[in-house]
C-alpha cells in the first residue's frame, strides 16, 4: 500500500536562512509527487510535481524537489525563505492515473524574523 | 485554466439537518472527482471517489448513507452531509481530474468549505 511520511511536524527556519522539508513515500513503483501548500483556512496550492524525467523539479515562489528513488524520497528546498512562506506544507503520492492522492500528515513551517 | 470551486465556503448548521456542498469544475470537464476531509492541524483523508454517472467509491471507514455524493455532470458533485452531527465538523476539500489535460493523475483542488455543525 502507498504510504507517505513528513517526519517533520514543525519546523521554524529564520527569515532569508535555507530550508527543506523532507518526505518519504512507499510505493512498488515510480509514483507520481506533489508538494501542496495551505495556508490556514485555504484550500491547497501545488507548488511542483513529479511524474519522471529529470529528477530535480523546479516549482513556484523559488521551490524545488529532487526525487530519490534510491531513498524513496522527495525533499522539498528553498534556498532562502521568506516570512510569506509560513504554512503547511503536504507532500502527497499518486499511483495510477485516476486514483486520489495519498498525503502526508503536514509539516508546519513558521518563519522567525 | 484548471479552476475547481466549492460552495459554499463556510456553513453552520443544526445538529440533526442535512447539508449540501457543491463542487464545481468551472473550466474543464471532469469525470473523477474527490472528496476529502480534513480534521484540523491534520492531514487530508480521502472520503470517497466520484465518477461522473457512476456510484461513488467509498474509503473503509466512511458512511456512505451519512455523506452523500452525486456527481451528476461533468462539471459538478455534490457532497451531502445528512443527520449532522457536531463531530462531523471540519474542513471538506474537493478535486477534479481534467483527463483531457494530464491522463497522469495530477488534480486540481477547491478552496474548501468550513462545515461547523452546533
Known amino acids: 500500500a502507498q504510504s507517505v511520511t513528513q517526519p517533520d511536524i514543525h519546523i521554524t527556519v529564520s527569515e532569508g536562512a535555507s530550508l527543506e522539508l523532507r518526505c518519504n513515500y512507499s510505493?512498488?513503483?515510480?509514483?507520481?509527487l506533489f508538494w501542496y501548500v495551505q495556508s490556514p483556512g485555504q484550500g491547497l496550492q501545488l507548488l511542483l510535481k513529479?511524474?519522471?524525467?529529470?529528477?530535480l523539479v523546479q516549482g513556484i515562489k523559488g521551490f524545488e524537489a529532487e526525487f530519490k528513488r534510491s531513498q524513496s524520497s522527495f525533499n522539498l528546498r528553498k534556498p532562502s525563505v521568506h516570512w510569506s512562506d509560513a504554512a503547511e506544507y503536504f507532500c502527497?503520492?499518486?499511483?495510477?492515473?485516476?486514483?486520489?492522492?495519498?498525503f502526508g500528515k503536514g509539516t508546519t513551517l513558521s518563519v522567525s524574523s | 485554466g484548471a479552476v475547481v470551486s466549492q460552495h459554499p465556503s463556510r456553513v453552520i448548521c443544526k445538529s440533526g439537518t442535512s447539508v449540501k456542498i457543491e463542487c464545481r469544475s468551472l473550466?474543464?470537464?471532469?469525470?473523477?472527482m474527490f472528496w476529502y476531509r480534513q480534521f484540523p492541524k491534520k492531514s487530508l483523508m480521502l472520503m470517497a471517489t466520484?465518477?461522473?454517472?457512476?456510484?461513488?467509491?467509498?474509503e473503509q471507514g466512511v458512511e456512505k448513507d451519512k455523506f452523500l455524493i452525486n456527481h451528476a455532470s461533468l462539471t459538478l458533485s455534490t457532497l451531502t452531509v445528512t443527520s449532522a452531527h457536531p463531530e462531523d465538523s471540519s474542513f471538506y476539500i474537493c478535486?477534479?481530474?481534467?483527463?483531457?489535460?494530464?491522463?497522469?493523475?495530477?488534480?486540481?483542488f477547491g478552496p474548501g468549505t468550513r462545515l461547523t455543525v452546533t
Open positions: 466520484s465518477n461522473e454517472g457512476s456510484k461513488a467509491t467509498y
Open positions: 478535486s477534479a481530474r481534467d483527463v483531457s489535460r494530464d491522463s497522469r493523475g495530477e488534480q486540481y
Open positions: 513529479y511524474f519522471s524525467g529529470d529528477t
Open positions: 510505493y512498488g513503483a515510480t509514483p507520481y
Open positions: 473550466d474543464f470537464q471532469a469525470t473523477t
Open positions: 502527497a503520492v499518486g499511483a495510477q492515473a485516476g486514483t486520489a492522492l495519498i
